[in-house]
């Protein structure tokens, strides 16, 4: 996963839109916890949308 915040978005919001059905899905598979990703977007203004199954900003 990137480690870049604006890259980590673009990646994450790309994986669940095209291979995975959750966030807590791409996160087993990539190995880290679902709050990770949440507190990284956080931090550049974006929160997870369970209804859109996206990252939008806050």
Same mark, same amino acid.
């Given at each position: /996963? @990137?480690?870049? @915040?604006? /890259?980590l978005l #673009? *990646? +994450?919001n790309t994986? &669940?839109?095209d291979n995975y059905d959750s966030l807590e899905d791409l996160a +087993? #598979?990539?190995? +880290?916890?679902a709050e990770?990703?949440?507190g990284k977007l956080a931090a550049i203004g974006y929160? *997870?949308?369970?209804? &859109?199954k996206r990252f939008i900003t806050k």
């Open positions: /996963m @990137p480690k870049d @915040p604006n /890259m #673009s *990646y +994450v994986q &669940l839109r +087993v #598979s990539a190995g +880290v916890t990770e990703i949440c929160e *997870y949308d369970e209804a &859109l």
